[in-house]
């Protein structure tokens, strides 16, 4: 390049941070430790200049008397010196939605980890980023540190995306390992990840599934473009598995895992969306078998790729950390665009599609009394709710009295498995609540 | 948004396609079926303009008639109508490298699939690219479907990256698939792959490990900020694997893939950088050891979020055209940078590190007479060239004379597992030559 061609250095991007937990120290670590690095890469420096919390005199673990420190979250919008705003305070409403909202709306840049805000409020954030001209980014609020958001807004755009779906708890996969290597139940792998950090006090959010439905909505707007509409995602969780399916589903060449998976109907089923989380049976031979522990993994379907899949680590300071900083980088080099990758106005609104018309096969375990005709009881139940059974396996239970019955049924509607579970509620012959698992179809 | 503050539409972006065999023929039939899809995600039209190929007359089992047809590739670049080329004609110099001149100097947008130019030429190209502020992208160069290097360029772009290796070549991973399923010889499985249009006539590419290397050079180059340095890649194929190579592997808990890695040596070892592409032992408890037939995979391991693993189809019409066209898409946004994520002369130039240097486990096979005392020359030579051996198998071979031996060593240097080769090479009871590989460190 000749003298002449050189282009001035660019000025320094200037980083304000809000909220300083796991994320916000992740991130302060982050911009200190690969500071060159990230200046070479982003073409300029980027420089933290403010921070936020609720109490300036937690002891966070790293030294932050060098940055300035604002009580009020709204000074460091109102900053001059203030580029970007990084919101890592969490939930869907609140502070966070506060800040976000004022950020936007002074026209900065905003980059989040808040995965419930955006399920919640995206379209509005993103409306309001459009008329500021300025970039909302979220990559950490989807499987933490793999750049899903990216590798489907832009790695996957020439595709017609058929279906997107994963493993998008690390709670919950944590737990379903656990089950899966020492015969666990539930509890005694909840206790367990409760005491390796990896679940909180009120697991509830993740081992509902509600984390995992608040990443889906994000992927299938992504998608599908189509609007995020987290009112039609429908979460069942992890909390009825017991060992004996972990240990059945093995048995059957499969592993359980909780799967947030979002699909358009077809024109003619009328184009609405499906958006389901719940534990599946997934074939050995599909690579979300492979992934093991707190790992969160994505994979999607596209009509000229075909399958990608993604695998990382899906929460914890550094990888989250990543996901926010390669935003950052992002906006320091000016290479974004419209949040869900069109206009908001251009997005679709998808009717939700009817779940229970969903055809698959499906994994039904029971527990039954162990007497004569309680057999011929679940078959005629079976039937008359139009289930075709592929295979079914009775062993013993786990006390003298029961017997475990798992079937695996022939493709057909989920609908039909409901009925007949809705037969066999009525009888006396059945213990405790069947579970019932579709079974990932390749 | 108020009506005011709508954008004027964006002109179409005008695409030149130079090169319509099987990727040139892909991206057509690509940009024909999501026309209206690319259009809203790249917020404006993306429209062929032109083509270009050796033989006008050719059937390609597309209707070419609507485009319009140039003898002589130079036009597509003086044409006024187009913005871009993208380049699929293949080859690291001669036509393809032309054209790329042409282009960039004419300042226009190239798009490239051409790993062999790339890796030889990317360094030159990409500061012409600079010189005339044009973009130059080449997504599909490096596995294909996958979108790699925007995961690495820009997904991980916060992370220092320690190293990045995977399955870079898909001829390579479904002859080993092969062989793994069957028990059949290289020249089975290769057979095989050529029969199911896997493999080239002459696969000397893919087999040797030359296709690999060339994707190396680039993910190095992108991880490390290194300039791309394709002479200091050193490659092994898998010519010399045999069935029971394949067969001891496995009974050693590993699969064999033929992996590409590049790492950076810490600062104390002269900050070198080691690419070798070759055959190594993957355990069964990595991602890489699952990956199935023509596939590819990469690893990015970063400082933040540590280990990031992608898998896709790498190559195909399909899947290569999607990232082609993904590099449009890009340009058609204006989300676009320097194509090694910063400018050429910033790029570190980095000494080849000692290969020989690096320590790891190894695999070693070999075949041996059946005879008293060849078990005590193998463990002299080891001992005498510092190897030590963790275990040790011994085997009835393929015929009565001769036993296989299988050893599996501690931690050290692969120079000393040359070395011991080496003096083992002088024995008149070692038959054929010996086969050593790394084992992949998790
Ligand atoms: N943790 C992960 O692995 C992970 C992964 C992906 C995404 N995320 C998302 O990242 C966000 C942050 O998560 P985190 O784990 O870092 O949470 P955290 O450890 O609880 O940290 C939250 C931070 O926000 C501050 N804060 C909370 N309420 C506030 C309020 N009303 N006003 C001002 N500041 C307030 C807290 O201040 P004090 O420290 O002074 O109390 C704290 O510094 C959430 O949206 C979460 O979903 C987290
Ligand atoms: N195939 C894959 O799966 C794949 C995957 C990733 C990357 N790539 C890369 O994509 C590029 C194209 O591969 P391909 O498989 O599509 O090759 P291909 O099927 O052999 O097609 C090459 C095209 O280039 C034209 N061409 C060749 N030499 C030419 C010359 N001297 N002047 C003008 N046109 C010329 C040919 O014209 P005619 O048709 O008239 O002969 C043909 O249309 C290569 O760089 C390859 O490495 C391929």
């Known amino acids: 390049m000749s003298a002449s061609t050189v282009p001035a250095p660019r000025p320094p991007l200037r980083v304000a941070?809000?909220?300083?937990?796991?994320?916000?120290?992740?991130?302060?670590?982050?911009?200190?430790?690969?500071?060159?690095?990230?200046?070479?890469?982003?073409?300029r420096p980027v420089e933290i200049v403010a921070i936020s919390a609720r109490d300036r005199h937690r002891d966070r673990g790293i030294d932050l008397a060098r940055y300035?420190?604002?009580?009020?979250?709204?000074?460091?919008?109102a900053a001059d010196d203030v580029d970007v705003v990084?919101?890592?305070?969490?939930?869907?409403?609140?502070?966070?939605?506060?800040?976000?909202?004022?950020?936007?709306?002074?026209?900065?840049a905003l980059v989040t980890a808040n995965k419930a805000m955006i399920a919640h409020h995206g379209l509005d954030?993103?409306?309001?980023?459009?008329?500021?001209?300025?970039?909302?980014?979220?990559?950490?609020?989807?499987?933490?540190?793999?750049?899903?958001i990216k590798a489907i807004r832009e790695g996957a755009s020439a595709n017609e995306i058929a279906r997107v779906y994963g493993i998008l708890n690390?709670?919950?996969?944590?737990?379903?390992?656990?089950?899966?290597?020492?015969?666990?139940?539930?509890?005694?792998?909840?206790?367990?990840?409760?005491?390796?950090?990896?679940?909180?006090?009120?697991?509830?959010?993740?081992?509902?599934?509600?984390?995992?439905?608040?990443?889906?909505?994000?992927?299938?707007?992504?998608c599908f473009g189509t609007k995020l509409d987290i009112d039609a995602v429908t979460a069942d969780g992890i909390r009825n598995l017991t060992a004996a399916d972990i240990r059945e589903a093995e048995a059957l060449g499969h592993r359980v895992r909780l799967i947030g998976m979002a699909e358009r109907d077809s024109g003619e089923n009328g184009g609405g969306l499906y958006?389901?989380?719940?534990?599946?049976?997934?074939?050995?031979?599909?690579?979300?078998?492979?992934?093991?522990?707190?790992?969160?993994?994505?994979?999607?379907?596209?009509?000229f790729v075909g399958r990608l899949f993604f695998e990382g680590a899906g929460a914890g300071a550094g990888p989250t950390a990543s996901a926010i900083v390669a935003d950052i980088i992002d906006i320091a080099r000016d290479e974004y665009g419209?949040?869900?990758?069109?206009?908001?106005?251009?997005?679709?609104?998808?009717?939700a599609a009817?779940?229970?018309?969903?055809?698959?096969?499906?994994?039904?375990?029971?527990?039954?009394?162990?007497?004569?005709?309680?057999?011929?009881?679940?078959?005629?139940?079976?039937?008359?709710?139009?289930?075709?059974?592929?295979?079914?396996?009775?062993?013993?239970?786990?006390?003298?009295?029961?017997?475990?019955?798992?079937l695996v049924t022939h493709e057909g509607p989920a609908n039909a498995i409901h009925a007949a579970l809705g037969i066999l509620a009525a009888s006396d012959h059945v213990v405790g609540t069947p579970m019932h698992m579709p079974i990932l179809a390749l």
């Open 354 to 406: 009817d779940a229970g018309a969903r055809i698959g096969k499906h994994y039904v375990r029971l527990i039954v009394e162990d007497r004569i005709g309680v057999l011929a009881e679940i078959a005629a139940a079976m039937r008359d709710a139009g289930v075709s059974i592929e295979s079914l396996i009775q062993r013993g239970g786990d006390d003298e009295d029961s017997v475990i019955i798992v």
């Open 125 to 148: 954030l993103a409306r309001l980023a459009e008329e500021k001209d300025t970039p909302l980014k979220y990559e950490a609020a989807v499987a933490g540190g793999i750049p899903v």
């Open 17 to 43: 941070l809000a909220g300083i937990g796991v994320v916000g120290g992740g991130v302060v670590r982050l911009l200190e430790a690969n500071r060159d690095l990230i200046a070479r890469r982003a073409g």
């Open 275 to 303: 958006q389901h989380v719940q534990p599946c049976l997934v074939p050995s031979d599909h690579p979300l078998a492979y992934v093991p522990g707190a790992l969160n993994a994505v994979v999607a379907e596209g009509n």
């Open 170 to 222: 690390g709670t919950c996969n944590y737990i379903l390992t656990q089950m899966e290597r020492n015969g666990a139940s539930f509890a005694e792998a909840l206790a367990a990840a409760q005491a390796e950090g990896y679940a909180e006090a009120d697991p509830t959010f993740d081992v509902d599934g509600i984390d995992a439905a608040h990443k889906l909505s994000i992927l299938a707007a992504l």
């Open 338 to 351: 419209p949040a869900f990758a069109m206009p908001v106005d251009s997005l679709d609104q998808a009717p």
């Open 68 to 77: 300035r420190w604002e009580d009020d979250m709204g000074a460091l919008v």
């Open 86 to 108: 990084v919101e890592m305070i969490g939930g869907a409403d609140g502070a966070a939605l506060t800040l976000a909202r004022q950020t936007l709306g002074a026209g900065k």
